[in-house]
């Protein structure tokens, strides 16, 4: 397993919540002399950790000194179903005292996408911490994980991975016929801590194939999940057992 990488398997899903709400809660501990940026993941698996932070959690965090940007979003309104932005607005954002000009929607539904991209890496580059890369350097990144191993919106074959001089990229996504903005590596891998949240079964096989004994042969196809590598942060897997059925905390095959 590559250094800076970390397995955590947990009974149920619920621990693998509550460990992502205390590393939100020790970032905030930890950076009282700033404010904390984190980058909020997409999909369904999200919905879990912002009730439980909206409900359980919620004295813990300094909501007022959270800076919150979503690692990618679909080309869609904010009110649309399909909205990443309107999953964290109705399970967490709208539930907690954090300041609105402190929420930055990623505007993938932007009228010029390529202005949209330059807006929110201007953002990015003048809210969030230099890192030891000389990159934007995200507190906390959360990310999901998808069936076919793509993480945020890079999906397999897809121009987004190989982007290298951008923080933020569009990205046609052929398998889904649909557009999508996305964090590209650079910006993802100068996070400070990325947190993969992976729950259920079907993600199983993803899992063993990018985190098992075959994931570390030489030439082995890597999952874009498997390239989200922090050369100065720390990755970590957190995994309920149903989604870790494959293998162990150590990355052997169970
Ligand atoms: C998106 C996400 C995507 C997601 C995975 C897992 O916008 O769809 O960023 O990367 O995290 O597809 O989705 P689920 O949590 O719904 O399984």
Not at 208 to 213: A, Q
């Given at each position: 397993?590559?250094?800076?990488?970390?397995?955590?398997?947990?009974?149920?899903?619920?621990?693998?919540?509550?460990?992502?709400?205390?590393?939100?809660?020790?970032?905030?501990?930890?950076?009282?002399?700033?404010?904390?940026?984190?980058?909020?993941?997409?999909?369904?698996?999200?919905?879990?950790?912002?009730?439980?932070?909206?409900?359980?959690?919620?004295?813990?965090?300094?909501?007022?000194?959270?800076?919150?940007?979503?690692?990618?979003?679909?080309?869609?309104?904010?009110?649309h179903p399909d909205s990443n932005y309107r999953l964290a607005h109705v399970e967490l954002l709208s539930r907690v005292p954090?300041?609105?000009?402190?929420?930055?929607?990623?505007?993938?539904?932007?009228?010029?996408?390529?202005?949209?991209?330059?807006?929110?890496?201007?953002?990015?580059?003048?809210?969030?911490?230099?890192?030891?890369?000389?990159?934007?350097?995200?507190?906390?990144?959360?990310?999901?994980?998808?069936?076919?191993?793509?993480?945020?919106?890079?999906?397999?074959?897809?121009?987004?991975?190989?982007?290298?001089?951008?923080?933020?990229?569009?990205?046609?996504?052929?398998?889904?016929?649909?557009?999508?903005?996305?964090?590209?590596?650079?910006?993802?891998?100068?996070?400070?801590?990325?947190?993969?949240?992976?729950?259920?079964?079907?993600?199983?096989?993803?899992?063993?194939?990018?985190?098992?004994?075959?994931?570390?042969?030489?030439?082995?196809?890597?999952?874009?999940?498997?390239?989200?590598?922090?050369?100065?942060?720390?990755?970590?897997?957190?995994?309920?057992?149903?989604?870790?059925?494959?293998?162990?905390?150590?990355?052997?095959?169970?």
């Amino acid at each position: 397993m590559p250094s800076g990488t970390c397995i955590r398997i947990f009974p149920t899903p619920d621990g693998v919540v509550q460990h992502a709400a205390r590393t939100l809660r020790d970032a905030c501990s930890a950076h009282r002399e700033r404010r904390v940026c984190i980058a909020l993941s997409g999909g369904s698996t999200p919905a879990r950790l912002y009730r439980f932070l909206a409900e359980d959690f919620r004295r813990e965090i300094p909501w007022e000194r959270l800076e919150v940007f979503f690692g990618d979003e679909r080309c869609v309104p904010p009110e649309h179903p399909d909205s990443n932005y309107r999953l964290a607005h109705v399970e967490l954002l709208s539930r907690v005292p954090i300041p609105e000009a402190q929420v930055h929607r990623m505007p993938a539904d932007a009228a010029d996408p390529a202005a949209g991209v330059d807006d929110y890496e201007d953002l990015i580059a003048r809210l969030v911490p230099t890192g030891p890369l000389g990159e934007p350097s995200f507190d906390i990144v959360w990310l999901g994980l998808g069936e076919d191993g793509h993480t945020a919106s890079l999906f397999p074959g897809t121009a987004a991975l190989d982007v290298g001089d951008r923080l933020v990229a569009f990205n046609e996504v052929p398998q889904l016929d649909a557009r999508r903005m996305t964090f590209t590596y650079p910006l993802l891998n100068a996070g400070a801590v990325v947190q993969f949240l992976v729950l259920g079964g079907q993600k199983a096989p993803v899992v063993t194939r990018i985190l098992g004994p075959t994931a570390r042969k030489s030439g082995a196809d890597l999952a874009p999940a498997a390239r989200v590598r922090p050369a100065y942060g720390r990755v970590e897997w957190l995994l309920d057992r149903e989604a870790s059925a494959g293998i162990t905390e150590q990355g052997l095959l169970a």
